[in-house]
């Protein structure tokens, strides 16, 4: 009887251990949520040290039976820490970096994030994400639902809220670490148009650090009527694709990757001529995936990855793309040259010139 080589032999062993963790791959995000709906970041943070399994359970109201399990796999996953303590019997928590991006209202906090993706309306989708491939031009979310997400929203203000108040977790993150990093990029601009700019959270921290800076904000009329008041930033309710309003430069997030090639084509162009000729430039902070790159190299491309199955499953049009790709859109819409800039983010700064 033929034996297996050994390295077949690890392989095969190491498939059996793998195929469970993508049988059980929902749990880390469900955990994850109950954990920021329990408020379990929140209380430590406000206890200011280590709780015991005890003082937690008391301060969130629940049994300490089940919260010692979420927190045993919570631990294991390196989301919270466990300590020692004097008394071996006793289990105590705190903090740590990851947890605090769990923290309700801190200012780096992806808990709305985390909440909008493991919403019962964004998780349908992947259900039907087999049937959209068998379906010609309907997303999946379309099969889920029966309108596409933008329209979704905008009849459904409670997760419309859900949405906005997610796209401000990243928005707020990425636009810091824009901001902190590549401060040139704003370099002479005196305004700024952010299309499709939600609530206008990026351009909140844009002019915070950049005083000087006019910014308005354009996004849909649902979106803006609800969008906070914010001192040098106006809210312009509108649409990208008819018009989009004059400024030195215009700034894109997470929109482009919504849509189609020809429809950026058609948006990039509203922006070109929404720009100074001979000035202006069009700031757009989106994915760049890099099939040239490994995982050693690249540590954000398993998240770009992930994105653009997300994408790929809310929107199906859109996509996050490669230099090529995006080559192809920027020249399409008439601009003469871009660059790109990668930062500490799953984003890239691609700055497009007329």
Known sequence: MATKPVKQVDEEAEARVEIWNYVFGFTPMAVMKCAIELGIADVLESHGGPMSLSQLSAALGCSSSVLHRIMRYLTHRRIFKRMST?????ISYVQTPLSRLLISNGGNSMAAFVLMESSPVMLAPWHKLSAS??????????????????????????????????????ARLA???????YPEAFKGIMSLVNVGGGDGTAL???????????????????????APKCHGIEHVGGDMFEL????DAAFLMWVLHDWSDDECIDILRKCREAIPEDRGKVIIAEAV????LGEDEDKYRDVRLA??????THTQRGKERSMREWEYVVNGAGFTRFTVKPIEDIISVIEAYP
């Open 307 to 312: 994105l653009d199955m997300v994408i790929l």
């Open 204 to 226: 909140h921290v844009l002019v915070k650090a950049c005083p000087w800076i006019r910014g308005i904000n354009l996004d849909l009329p649902h979106v803006v009527s609800v």
């Open 86 to 90: 004097s008394q071996e019997s006793e």
């Open 289 to 292: 995936i890099d099939d040239e």
């Open 175 to 181: 636009m810091s670490t824009i901001v902190d990093q």
């Open 244 to 247: 989009v309003p004059k400024a």
């Open 133 to 170: 491939a068998l379906m010609k031009g309907t997303s999946a979310f379309e099969a889920a639902h029966g309108d596409h997400v933008w329209k979704y929203a905008a009849e459904n203000p409670g997760h419309s809220k859900l949405f906005n108040d997610g796209m401000a977790c990243h």
